[in-house]
């Protein structure tokens, strides 16, 4: 199993920036893939970014050239380095990592985004 904790979150005005930080505890070895994913009031939870074990990144078209992912695998920790954020990026963002097939997911961290 795995146990994963955002933090980071909090009120920006448009054009500023956040990191989040996700830390993983428990079977943190046998990760495979791990990801931001953000669920805005009325909406659907849609994939922010991803990473994998080996370092590839995708990024969903709204983010890219703004939003960076990474991981410390020697922390077990995944960051989400967020910059120009906008209005639309207020949500709640979920880390998610993949262990053998199945999905964990933290808690969630706000990101306000002010106009």
């Known amino acids: 199993h795995v146990q994963l904790v955002e933090s980071g979150g909090g009120l920006v005005q448009a054009g500023g920036s956040l990191r989040l930080s996700c830390a993983a505890s428990g079977d943190t070895i046998c990760i495979s893939a791990m990801g931001w994913y953000r669920q805005a009031p009325g909406k659907e939870r849609e994939l922010v970014a991803g990473?994998?074990?080996?370092?590839?990144?995708n990024y969903a078209d709204s983010v890219k050239g703004r939003f960076t992912i990474s991981r410390d695998n020697a922390k077990n920790t995944l960051y989400l380095q967020m910059n120009v954020l906008k209005p639309e990026d207020t949500a709640v963002y979920y880390c998610n990592g993949v262990l053998h097939g199945t999905e964990y997911w933290g808690q969630g961290t706000q990101v306000t985004v002010s106009s």
């Open positions: 990473i994998t074990s080996l370092g590839s990144t």
